[in-house]
């Protein structure tokens, strides 16, 4: 397999960047900017309008003004490949553009200005980590994991802090609580104090580029450590009375495992908002969707239509309501941003609103017995 890249007349030795995810098409895709004379890196860390990027040269930092666009969810990001001045051109170096993203996790900010922020580019593993020093919230886990199914990632939850529950049937019991709502997922018990799920872990992180997300607290420094096989990430207590600790993890860091494999450590996420991420919402609640299928009418909302396979479902157990609502939930909100800069999205909300207000207007003269 070849890593060279032509580079004006002479050959770049890109062999150093395997470890970091560079492959043929990789190449394939620099082709262009080689040919320019520059040199192919994959960005590591972003901060405040430069970054760090490991490229044949070795560690580089470089401006990104050529690469910032108005469009958030565009901006250059940990994880990304990109084309970068080579030595010599000039201080400072600057990144001249970036490659075509394989995959991509981005969430809603808390602004009021509903904006994508992009978190990691071209991730294979979304590793979910899940404290089990606290109460399993499986509706934050539902969020996680739509956003991960959007990104075109494979998600992996991690039940982190394992040791704290010493009853092999109670640790049972939470893995099967949380795989009703990770259709298709691996759920993985993890503990960095006994070392237990750890080289299942190293297995699935040392098959392409991987990142760790989560709330703060929930222990990714720590799995980090335990991944890398060195103290790197600094790691704080979280509180004993809710589970919450600080953000030990500020910046997105890209680190390449001593296994194989390259993993990004992210921040603590205080909040989990979808960014238009309807596909995922619809993977992680597959079961809904398959029996929606089934429904006499196409339309079905799922309430007191009659032939709902949904509704059906939940009176005979099947289904957990809460899952319905969860799913209602989920989708309501994905719609109301999508909806705020689509169009066509807000008219076709207004029109249902319109629909059943006439509804159930027509509902309530029936029973006063008026006729319009």
């Known amino acids: 397999m070849s890593f060279s890249t032509t580079t004006g007349s002479t050959s770049t030795d890109t062999s150093s960047l395997r470890a970091y995810g560079w492959d043929d098409a990789w190449a394939a895709d620099f082709a262009p900017y080689a040919a320019q004379g520059l040199l192919p890196g994959r960005v590591v860390r972003v901060d405040r309008g430069q970054c760090d990027l490991v490229t044949p040269e070795g560690l580089v930092r470089a401006d990104t003004a050529f690469v910032t666009p108005h469009d958030p969810l565009r901006v250059i990001c940990t994880g990304d490949w990109a084309a970068v001045d080579p030595e010599g051109a000039g201080d400072p170096r600057y990144v001249r553009a970036c490659l075509p993203r394989r995959t991509a996790f981005a969430r809603s900010t808390s602004s009021k200005r509903s904006e994508g922020q992009i978190l990691a580019a071209n991730v294979d ?134 296994g194989g494999g390259v993993l990004i450590d992210t921040p603590g996420l205080r909040g989990v908002g979808l960014w238009d991420a309807e596909a995922g919402v619809g993977q992680v609640f597959a079961e809904i969707e398959d029996l929606a299928a089934e429904c006499r009418f196409h339309d079905c909302a799922h309430e007191s239509e009659p032939g709902c396979a949904v509704t059906a479902a939940i009176a005979d157990g099947s289904l957990p309501e809460r899952r319905l609502d969860s799913y209602r939930k989920l989708l309501r909100e994905n719609q109301r941003l999508v909806a705020k800069t689509d169009a066509r999205v807000r008219a076709e909300i207004l029109k249902d609103w319109k629909r059943k207000g006439a509804e159930g207007r027509a509902a309530l003269d029936a029973k006063r017995g008026r006729v319009r």
């Open 125 to 258: 593993h979304a590793i979910i980590t899940v404290s089990l020093a606290v109460e399993l919230d499986l509706g934050r886990i539902e969020r996680f994991l739509a956003l991960a199914w959007e990104s075109g990632a494979q998600p992996l939850v991690v039940l982190s802090k394992a040791d704290l529950v010493p009853d092999p049937v109670g640790l049972s019991y939470l893995v099967e609580d949380v795989e009703t709502v990770a259709p298709g997922v691996q759920v993985l018990p993890v503990s960095s104090h006994t070392g237990e799920g750890l080289d299942v872990l190293r297995a699935v992180a040392g098959g392409g580029t991987s990142v760790l997300l989560g709330v703060s607290g929930a222990g990714k420094s720590t799995l980090a450590n335990s991944l890398l096989g060195a103290d790197v990430m600094d790691v704080q207590a979280a509180r004993d009375v809710d589970g919450k600790g600080r953000h030990t993890t500020t910046t997105r860091n890209l680190l390449v495992l001593p």
